[in-house]
């Protein structure tokens, strides 16, 4: 018990060991994730399933133009550096900046409330008046939850900022139960009401299941508002963080309204695709990043402890998440059904969801890397530069979608595909100026880790594509002689898709791992250590203070 304890309470010093935690729970929290769509397509046609997402997206668009525009980029980087002076103020920051959000969130909540009738018909013009109405009633109900999460993300910074990342990433596992037991338990008897008064259970659980180890570290939750300089600092860090998150809820605006002219059920192909991506996003991404952001705070006034962070963050990340990408293009179809495939889930449905995964497929690597990226300029308390490349990638993707998919014709994954690219420039350009910044000559040599892992992942791709087509039977149908019979098959069933989907996962794997082997990976070497520290000396990713960082600049990366 003791030992449970300490791992729930104690901090985690270094940023593989707080990300190798994060992972961990990242990849449960987008299982369930998973979980919680399959159990909605099978309770709902994708036509309905349609009306219950789009009545996230103002709710959506108001927290997290709040949330998100506050305390990834602000928040965190002023309260970690406030937590070094201790004390009573560093409480009273948590406090005003709680009370700040509840206050404008529920104006705001209150505002779209009363018009969302009229703001709904205006950004899913696809939906009739009848489903309409039910868009916005189920929109209504949604803010309730958005309320409790304002609130949980505040102690989602506090404890993040404090170095106790596994808390906070086991929270979105009771979202996601929380869900999936009002569409199981509800849903019979109040149809979408029943996933949507889920959505609340599981809010309120985000925020309760975070509370006792806040209040454990001293946050103590106070009526009081106190404007002092930490606060009035998270204010100007936040503004341009907010203006982008804007932007960025401008484009998901869109992505609605192109996706509800399409078909209706259009728009859950695009949510059930991007469902999938985000798997990878947040197990390499969000995970990573999030325990880079404190740390690389720490490290701001010493650039050469910043740029091993930074760089060892990106070629690890961008090292692990390649083959996944690869995987989510090549098996598009098999992954599709397997996570989606029920009974009134039809072939249509399945062919469009996988056209919109492989889209964002391509783009997985580089919402990744911006999202590291991103975090280090926030670190060196510079907001503006990314949220100007991030607007200016955000403004091209909307355009992309409206050719893709006006001019062009283009199905739903045409929104995807203008997603993905958008993110390559930003990627790009996020990548020349931080290295501008942090090293006095910026070298080609930066880029040799990622061509290394680009190649064996297109070299693992090629095989799993190949392996796919070989051992699938349809493929071979009408020209295989009847001894084939024996080495393929027949994936009209789940057992057969399910075998041949992993093996074929475990040959690229080995592939992508033989190849980085041949390059030399440096990447592949820091990985193994990692896994041997982490499961054969059974320590969970937590380290000593004393104990040396995981992994350090590999020698292509050098000055």
């Given at each position: 018990?003791?030992?449970?304890?300490?791992?729930?309470?104690?901090?985690?010093?270094?940023?593989?060991?707080?990300?190798?935690?994060?992972?961990?729970?990242?990849?449960?929290?987008?299982?369930?994730?998973?979980?919680?769509?399959?159990?909605?397509?099978?309770?709902?046609?994708?036509?309905?399933?349609?009306?219950?997402?789009?009545?996230?997206?103002?709710p959506?668009?108001?927290?997290?133009?709040l949330?998100?525009?506050?305390?990834?980029?602000?928040?965190?980087?002023?309260?970690?550096?406030?937590?070094?002076?201790?004390?009573?103020?560093?409480?009273?920051?948590?406090?005003?900046?709680?009370?700040?959000?509840?206050?404008?969130?529920l104006?705001?909540?209150?505002?779209?409330?009363?018009?969302?009738?009229?703001?709904?018909?205006?950004?899913?013009?696809?939906?009739?008046?009848?489903?309409?109405?039910?868009?916005?009633?189920?929109?209504?109900?949604?803010?309730?939850?958005?309320?409790?999460?304002?609130?949980?993300?505040?102690?989602t910074?506090?404890?993040?900022?404090?170095?106790?990342?596994?808390?906070?990433?086991?929270?979105?596992?009771?979202?996601?139960?929380?869900?999936?037991?009002?569409?199981?338990?509800?849903?019979?008897?109040?149809?979408?009401l029943?996933?949507?008064?889920?959505?609340?259970?599981?809010?309120?659980?985000?925020?309760?299941?975070?509370?006792?180890?806040?209040?454990?570290?001293?946050?103590?939750?106070?009526?009081?508002?106190?404007?002092?300089?930490?606060?009035?600092?998270?204010?100007?860090?936040?503004?341009?963080?907010?203006?982008?998150?804007?932007?960025?809820?401008?484009?998901?605006?869109?992505?609605?309204?192109?996706?509800?002219?399409?078909?209706?059920?259009?728009?859950?192909?695009?949510?059930?695709?991007?469902?999938?991506?985000?798997?990878?996003?947040?197990?390499?991404?969000?995970?990573?990043?999030?325990?880079?952001?404190?740390?690389?705070?720490?490290?701001?006034?010493?650039?050469?402890?910043?740029?091993?962070?930074?760089?060892?963050?990106?070629?690890?990340s961008?090292?692990?998440?390649?083959?996944?990408?690869v995987?989510?293009?090549?098996?598009?179809?098999?992954?599709?059904?397997?996570?989606?495939?029920?009974?009134?889930?039809?072939?249509?449905?399945?062919?469009?969801?996988?056209?919109?995964?492989?889209?964002?497929?391509?783009?997985?690597?580089?919402?990744?890397?911006?999202?590291?990226?991103?975090?280090?300029?926030?670190?060196?308390?510079?907001?503006?530069?990314?949220?100007?490349?991030?607007?200016?990638?955000?403004?091209?993707?909307?355009?992309?979608?409206?050719?893709l998919?006006?001019?062009?014709?283009?199905?739903?994954?045409?929104?995807?595909?203008?997603?993905?690219?958008?993110?390559?420039?930003?990627?790009?350009?996020?990548?020349?100026?931080?290295?501008?910044?942090?090293?006095?000559?910026?070298?080609?040599?930066?880029?040799?880790?990622?061509?290394?892992?680009?190649?064996?992942?297109?070299?693992?791709?090629?095989?799993?594509?190949?392996?796919?087509?070989?051992f699938?039977?349809?493929?071979?149908?009408?020209?295989?002689?009847?001894?084939?019979?024996?080495?393929?098959l027949?994936?009209?069933?789940?057992?057969?898709?399910?075998?041949?989907?992993?093996?074929?996962?475990?040959?690229?794997?080995?592939?992508?791992?033989?190849?980085?082997?041949?390059?030399k990976?440096?990447?592949?070497?820091?990985?193994?250590?990692?896994?041997?520290?982490?499961?054969?000396?059974?320590?969970?990713?937590?380290?000593?203070?004393?104990?040396?960082?995981?992994?350090?600049?590999?020698?292509?990366?050098?000055?």
């Open positions: 018990m003791k030992s449970i304890k300490h791992i729930f309470v104690s901090p985690q010093t270094s940023i593989f060991s707080a990300a190798g935690i994060i992972m961990i729970m990242v990849v449960a929290s987008r299982i369930l994730g998973l979980v919680r769509q399959r159990v909605l397509a099978n309770f709902f046609p994708a036509s309905d399933l349609s009306l219950f997402f789009a009545a996230f997206r103002l959506d668009l108001i927290f997290e133009v949330v998100f525009g506050t305390f990834a980029s602000a928040f965190i980087p002023v309260f970690s550096k406030a937590l070094k002076k201790d004390g009573k103020e560093v409480w009273e920051i948590a406090s005003s900046v709680a009370n700040l959000g509840l206050l404008i969130f104006a705001l909540a209150c505002l779209v409330i009363i018009f969302a009738n009229q703001l709904y018909g205006f950004i899913a013009p696809g939906f009739g008046p009848e489903r309409r109405d039910i868009i916005v009633l189920l929109s209504r109900i949604l803010f309730v939850a958005q309320g409790f999460f304002v609130f949980s993300y505040v102690l910074a506090i404890l993040e900022s404090s170095r106790r990342f596994l808390v906070p990433a086991v929270a979105p596992l009771f979202y996601n139960l929380g869900i999936i037991l009002g569409t199981w338990l509800l849903s019979p008897r109040l149809g979408l029943g996933p949507t008064i889920g959505v609340v259970i599981g809010a309120a659980s985000h925020a309760l299941i975070q509370l006792p180890l806040a209040v454990k570290l001293g946050f103590r939750f106070s009526g009081k508002i106190r404007i002092n300089d930490e606060v009035k600092k998270i204010g100007k860090l936040a503004l341009p963080r907010i203006i982008e998150v804007s932007f960025m809820q401008l484009a998901k605006s869109v992505e609605l309204f192109l996706a509800s002219l399409i078909t209706t059920a259009s728009y859950t192909y695009f949510t059930f695709g991007n469902s999938l991506q985000l798997l990878p996003v947040g197990l390499f991404g969000t995970s990573i990043a999030k325990a880079a952001l404190p740390i690389l705070s720490r490290q701001a006034d010493s650039r050469g402890q910043f740029k091993k962070t930074l760089f060892n963050a990106l070629y690890q961008v090292f692990l998440a390649l083959p996944v990408a995987v989510l293009i090549v098996l598009r179809i098999p992954l599709v059904r397997l996570v989606y495939g029920t009974d009134i889930f039809s072939w249509e449905s399945t062919v469009q969801t996988s056209l919109v995964l492989s889209a964002f497929g391509v783009g997985v690597v580089f919402q990744i890397a911006a999202s590291i990226l991103a975090r280090a300029f926030y670190a060196l308390h510079d907001t503006k530069t990314p949220v100007v490349i991030s607007i200016s990638a955000i403004t091209l993707n909307i355009v992309l979608d409206f050719i998919i006006k001019v062009f014709k283009l199905p739903v994954w045409g929104l995807a595909a203008a997603f993905s690219f958008a993110y390559l420039l930003q990627v790009g350009v996020l990548f020349a100026l931080i290295s501008s910044r942090i090293f006095e000559r910026v070298s080609l040599k930066l880029l040799v880790p990622f061509v290394k892992s680009g190649v064996a992942s297109v070299g693992a791709g090629a095989v799993m594509f190949f392996t796919l087509k070989f699938d039977r349809s493929v071979w149908r009408g020209i295989r002689p009847a001894s084939f019979e024996k080495f393929v027949d994936t009209h069933y789940t057992i057969n898709l399910l075998i041949l989907t992993a093996f074929v996962i475990l040959v690229g794997g080995l592939v992508y791992l033989v190849l980085s082997l041949l390059f990976s440096n990447e592949l070497k820091y990985f193994l250590n990692f896994v041997k520290k982490t499961f054969i000396s059974r320590k969970l990713g937590i380290v000593s203070a004393r104990q040396t960082e995981i992994v350090s600049l590999p020698p292509d990366g050098g000055n």
